[in-house]
């Protein structure tokens, strides 16, 4: 009571009206309506929304990965998550990966990288690990990178930033807001390395697609 007479005085000595001083009080959580204390203030932050969908395998590899193919996901290096990719075919049209990552201003220099991999054991956190067998008792820590894919998200999330020369105005892709991004949607090619067979000409490893996935990312803004 002392504080909304010491306002209320306060706001006399200003020239300010009765409503005026009790919208204050309200805002200060005080008077006689639900007032509302008034927290932290709030800021916008970039959030990157990653969905994939429809791995398959390609090539002799067959229609889906052997037991224990794991799917990472990192931003320029950085880990987000992963999935076990299907091992039958009718477990492709329901398998589906989400994941979001918090991103700065920088949001333009930085890559989605994909890592398809044959792991014999997986780090839960904790100190716990899964271990997967194969053919007997004997396990190890050996993994084993398939196919990998690398997306700058300036060419996938910028408007006529993607090197086909039709962008609007030079230098404007660095300035942009999350509200003046597209939403990235295309089948992404997983790329490996295949060792020559004995005999074949050139004698060589050859970059070839060893997979693919359907990849959607948006940029959004999150108030926290």
């Known amino acids: 009571m002392a504080l909304e007479v010491e306002a209320a005085a306060a706001a006399g000595g200003a020239g300010e009206s009765e409503e005026l001083?009790?919208?204050?009080?309200?805002?200060?959580g005080k008077g006689k309506g639900k007032g509302k204390m008034l927290g932290w203030p709030v800021?916008?932050?970039?959030?990157?929304?990653?969905?994939?969908?429809?791995?398959?395998?390609?090539?002799?590899?067959?229609?889906?990965?052997?037991?224990?193919?794991?799917?990472?996901?990192?931003?320029?290096?950085?880990?987000?998550?992963?999935?076990?990719?299907?091992?039958?075919?009718?477990?492709?049209?329901?398998?589906?990966?989400?994941?979001?990552?918090?991103?700065?201003?920088?949001?333009?220099?930085l890559c989605l990288e994909l890592v398809a991999q044959r792991c014999d054991s997986v780090g839960l956190g904790g100190g716990k690990v899964l271990v997967f067998r194969?053919?007997?008792?004997?396990?190890?820590?050996?993994?084993?990178?398939?196919?990998?894919?690398?997306?700058?998200?300036?060419?996938?999330?910028?408007?006529?930033?993607?090197?086909?020369?039709?962008?609007?105005?030079?230098?404007?892709?660095?300035?942009?807001?999350?509200?003046g991004t597209r939403v990235f949607k295309r089948i992404v090619k997983l790329q490996g390395w295949r060792m020559p067979a004995p005999g074949e000409a050139g004698g060589e490893p050859r970059n070839v697609v060893l997979g693919e996935v359907s990849v959607v990312m948006r940029l959004t803004v999150d108030w926290w």
Request: charged share 25%.
């Open 21 to 28: 001083v009790e919208q204050k009080l309200l805002l200060q």
């Open 134 to 179: 194969q053919g007997g008792p004997h396990t190890s820590d050996h993994t084993a990178v398939t196919g990998r894919a690398r997306v700058p998200l300036l060419d996938a999330l910028a408007p006529g930033c993607d090197g086909d020369g039709d962008s609007d105005s030079e230098g404007g892709c660095e300035d942009l807001s999350p509200e």
């Open 43 to 109: 800021s916008p932050r970039r959030v990157l929304q990653i969905a994939l969908t429809k791995p398959e395998m390609s090539g002799y590899e067959g229609p889906a990965w052997s037991r224990f193919f794991l799917l990472d996901v990192f931003i320029s290096g950085d880990w987000v998550g992963f999935e076990a990719l299907p091992v039958r075919r009718r477990d492709i049209p329901g398998w589906e990966m989400t994941c979001t990552r918090a991103v700065g201003w920088d949001w333009q220099r």
